[in-house]
């Protein structure tokens, strides 16, 4: 990913943070059949002395999990708020007209390997319970696994496939108009509002 360093987010708890907000990761890797992608929703845990790891499941019935070799390399895309930023904004189009738009967006980039648990359903129901909670945090009247018939939980449980992304690197980039100048940064500021964004949806709401 080209990240120029005004844009470039290497702590590694905003990165971690941001993916618990935007858990649905776009899971791209090569098959023998070609580039592919999923998306799946992702909960990232840690592993001493790395980067950590992220859990989620697939569809038994989704082919990726048989076209995979083992510790096969993936990427996974996290995404953020991103807008579109109009020139209209900026004070210069006024003074001297030399604008011109832009896209401003926050993302997460994790580089690792895959490891799929076909016949693990003690982690497949794991993964579910673990992210269901992690989902309904602060919401009112917060549904649990536990909440549906056991019978039917584990039917649904052996549909499904676990897995583990041992994670290489984690980068962000949070293009957040923060290589502008005050005067436009406000500028972009009020533009987004108007539009019912804001500007911490840009910078992954992490200030910088």
């Not at 899971?27 to 990232?44: E, F, K, R, S």
Request: net charge neutral; glycine share 8%; hydrophobic share 35%.
């Amino acid at each position: 990913m080209y990240t120029p360093k005004p844009f470039r987010e290497d702590r590694q708890e905003v990165l971690q943070a941001f993916i618990a907000r935007h858990p649905l990761g776009a899971l791209v890797c090569v098959t023998d059949t070609g580039l592919t992608a999923n998306h799946i929703p992702m909960q990232w845990s840690p592993r001493e002395s790395t980067p950590g790891a992220l859990r989620g499941h697939v569809a038994r019935a989704n082919a990726i999990w048989q076209r995979l070799a083992p510790d096969a390399d993936v990427l996974v895309i996290f995404s953020g708020g991103n807008r579109y930023i109009s020139p209209s904004w900026y004070p210069g189009k006024a003074e001297h007209g030399k604008v011109v738009p832009t896209w401003n967006y926050a993302v997460v980039h994790a580089h690792g390997t895959i490891q799929f648990e076909p016949e693990s359903q003690t982690e497949a129901h794991r993964n579910v319970t673990d992210l269901t909670n992690h989902l309904e945090i602060g919401r009112p009247n917060q549904w649990q696994v536990a909440d549906a018939p056991a019978e039917y939980v584990d039917s649904l449980v052996r549909q499904i496939v676990p897995f583990q992304i041992s994670i290489r690197c984690l980068t962000g980039k949070f293009k957040a108009s923060q290589h502008r100048d005050e005067s436009e940064r406000r500028s972009v500021a009020i533009g987004l509002a108007g539009e019912g964004a804001s500007a911490q949806e840009m910078d992954g709401g992490v200030a910088k």
